[in-house]
Each structure stands twice: as structure tokens, then as C-alpha cells.
């Protein structure tokens, strides 16, 4: 691992049985040719590991994750990040980080109780396919 920021391994982390969440990595592989994203469901063995080293409570989590490096990012901060590392017009949600934390996540956290109404839910997790399958942690 680096310290570099830009440098660091990036690693999303998704609710795989919810609709919108494996959208949202279906919107993210494409803008990232680099292939600078890898990406595991909560439900998975890899996830579990990487909450753990990181020490996130996985039993707390209704949540988006990126993992950088050593740091984890969770609700509004994994989206403004993954947006950061997403660049072009992606960056421009990163000034909203000066927006308290509490208010972002109150909007993250309202879409995120009502995302299996709203977009409905798989009966199991999402399988990767073609090329985004290598880009899943076992």
C-alpha cells in the first residue's frame, strides 16, 4: 500500500442483493477504464475481511464502501471519494465534503432505507460478468 492517496488500493464494497447498489457498480466500471476500482458484495468472505481489518462494524452497515488503502469511507464519504477518483465531471460533487458529515449522510441514509421499495432486491447477490468479473475480490 501507498500512501498516496491516488496511489492507494480502492476497493468498493455494495449491498449485492440491492438493485440500486449493483447499479451504482454498473455505473462505475465503465468510467473506470484504468480499472483502478475492484469491487466485493457485503455478503462476501472478502468483504467481511476487509470490514474487519478496518474495523467496521459489519452488522451497522446500510451502506456504500470504499476502502483506500488503509482508511474505509462509508455513505456520503465513499460516494464523494469514488466520485473523486472517477474525475472529470465526477469531481465536481468533492466540494460538498465541507457539508457536515450529519447532513450528508441524512440524505445518503433516507435513499438508503427506502432503496429495496424503490429499486427493489435480487433473491441473491449480483454475479459479475465478462471483464467486470475479474474486477471482483474472492
Request: proline share 5%; hydrophobic share 40%; glycine share 8%.
Amino acid at each position: 500500500m501507498t500512501d498516496d492517496p491516488d496511489e492507494a488500493q480502492l476497493v468498493i464494497l455494495f449491498d449485492g442483493v440491492c438493485n440500486l447498489c449493483s447499479g451504482f457498480v454498473q455505473f462505475v466500471a465503465p468510467r473506470d477504464p484504468d480499472g483502478q476500482f475492484s469491487f466485493a458484495s457485503l455478503q462476501s468472505d472478502a468483504a467481511s475481511e476487509l470490514l474487519a481489518d478496518h474495523e467496521v462494524d459489519p452488522d451497522a452497515l446500510e451502506s456504500i464502501v470504499l476502502v483506500e488503502g488503509d482508511e474505509a469511507y462509508v455513505k456520503s464519504s465513499a460516494i464523494l471519494r469514488i466520485g473523486y477518483h472517477l474525475g472529470g465531471i465526477y469531481r465536481l460533487g468533492w466540494p460538498l465534503r465541507v457539508v457536515p458529515r450529519r447532513l450528508r449522510n441524512w440524505t445518503y441514509d433516507f435513499v438508503a432505507s427506502r432503496r429495496y421499495r424503490w429499486f427493489g432486491k435480487k433473491d441473491r447477490c449480483m454475479v459479475p460478468e465478462g471483464d467486470l468479473q475479474s474486477r471482483f475480490l474472492e
